[in-house]
């Protein structure tokens, strides 16, 4: 029996056999919770028996760990599952009696490294790319990842904390096929000068919230490197700090290619492929005639007529084509002009991406866990005035947020995000013409953060 936690708390058991993967479990709860289905949906492993009051720094090497501090607070690791793994199996490898937990969420950050147009791996943190004083593609360096031929280096500064001191120091670390290293002396890569840190195939890898409040860690970007030997207590985690969010993701992206590598790129292609198959949850409805017998129709008139000529067929088509297109266009014209009602004020109260009074922080951390991808959002109402709504948006790793202010003109109510220029009948409206056109935004709207209830 496996238990599994929603973002609310609540939790449902669900059994599952020695080789059920994390993917399949995702799929049983879609069906149950009839969520939309997407190959967005995690399976994300918790740890919090890990924040034991204890901290997890210090490391191997030239600077041996340091002895935890038992009056520090709380903090939980944790990681996105890949599809492919067993849950029996990661199950099994926690403590007993340790507070680890499963957790259904989003996560569209997941397959972001194999979209076309990302960049995640800046130049200077390619040594390939440096080495032949090129620039390469994005595409090209993932195939270079994915091929066990070829082995590009990913290295960059990385905060870690001098043992038995409160201090934080700056390294050079250099991720190879065979573990990360860091450099004891600037940026050399002088056998003599290069620590031997981890070994990735023997760990997980797992983001660290809060860090900057927890640990004092320099910025908010930390992660832990958690080997599979360590069931429970801090001992042998090590815990790093990266400069900004591009640099965390480069790290964790390259984590996973170099501990994966071609598995990775199947898990994602069988996802689109689910994707293009029919979201039947039962088998798929058969017409109850054939093709074959279908005819077009004529309902301009009185009564309906077969349209024989396949010229005309084509002309009526075009012209329900345009008049699909009119009333398209319509819905979208603005400014949109509604009566103001009860209903139209609070349609968006039904809508997945509207979240409520959450706060600003709340917000901050519900878009990080689902994933820091250009366009994820969500709505919510506004904590400083009483009447607007907010649009949290994610760009460029970054989230902004937008004030949405009703009002009201000859009777009718709008809403607007640039003083009136641009008017919506309502928050449904003005999040469906911003999935389509960019307007103001940085970005178009694309994925809507969403907790589903267990």
Not at 54 to 74: I, S, V, Y
Not at 175 to 184: A, K, M, Q
Request: with cysteine; net charge positive; proline share 5%.
């Amino acid at each position: 029996v496996v238990k599994v936690f929603g973002e609310d708390g609540a939790c449902r058991s669900l059994e599952a056999s020695a080789g059920t993967t994390a993917r399949q479990l995702c799929e049983t709860l879609v069906r149950r919770t009839r969520a939309l289905h997407d190959h967005s949906w995690a399976l994300v492993e918790l740890h919090q028996h890990l924040a034991l009051g204890e901290r997890p720094w210090g490391h191997g090497g030239a600077q041996p760990g340091g002895t935890p501090d038992p009056t520090d607070p709380l903090v939980s690791p944790e990681r996105c599952l890949e599809d492919h793994e067993s849950v029996v199996e990661v199950q099994s490898s926690w403590a007993p009696g340790a507070d680890s937990r499963f957790v259904f969420r989003k996560n569209f950050a997941k397959y972001e490294l194999f979209k076309s147009n990302a960049s995640l791996f800046p130049e200077v943190m390619v040594s390939s790319c440096l080495e032949a004083n090129k620039s390469m593609a994005h595409s090209e360096l993932i195939q270079n990842f994915l091929n066990s031929g070829s082995c590009p280096e990913v290295q960059g500064f990385l905060q870690l904390r001098e043992a038995g001191r409160k201090v934080w120091k700056r390294f050079h670390f250099s991720l190879r096929r065979s573990g990360l290293y860091y450099s004891t002396k600037g940026t050399s890569k002088d056998p003599r000068h290069l620590q031997y840190f981890a070994d990735l195939t023997e760990s997980n890898i797992y983001y660290v919230t809060q860090g900057k409040k927890l640990y004092g860690t320099p910025t908010e970007f930390g992660f832990c490197i958690k080997p599979h030997k360590v069931r429970s207590g801090v001992k042998g985690l090590k815990l790093l700090c990266s400069e900004d969010e591009q640099s965390r993701s480069c790290w964790m992206a390259a984590f996973r290619l170099f501990k994966y590598g071609m598995q990775l790129y199947r898990n994602y292609q069988q996802a689109q492929a689910r994707l293009s198959q029919p979201p039947w949850i039962g088998p798929t409805p058969l017409r109850s005639v054939s093709d074959n017998a279908l005819v077009a129709m004529d309902f301009s008139g009185c009564t309906g007529r077969v349209i024989e000529n396949p010229n005309e067929v084509l002309t009526a088509a075009l012209e329900e084509a345009q008049a699909w297109r009119k009333k398209t266009t319509h819905r979208y014209s603005l400014p949109a002009a509604c009566h103001s009602s009860p209903l139209s004020a609070a349609i968006h109260r039904t809508q997945p991406w509207f979240h409520g009074r959450i706060s600003r922080e709340d917000t901050q951390q519900l878009i990080g866990r689902q994933g820091l991808v250009d366009g994820v959002f969500l709505v919510r109402e506004s904590q400083r005035n009483p009447k607007g709504f907010v649009l949290s948006l994610c760009h460029l790793q970054r989230i902004k947020h937008y004030l949405i202010l009703p009002s009201e003109e000859e009777g009718r109510l709008y809403f607007t995000m640039d003083d009136g220029q641009t008017r919506f009948a309502d928050l449904i409206q003005l999040v469906e013409f911003h999935q389509i056109n960019r307007g103001i935004l940085p970005c178009k709207l694309r994925h809507y953060c969403t907790c589903v209830a267990l």
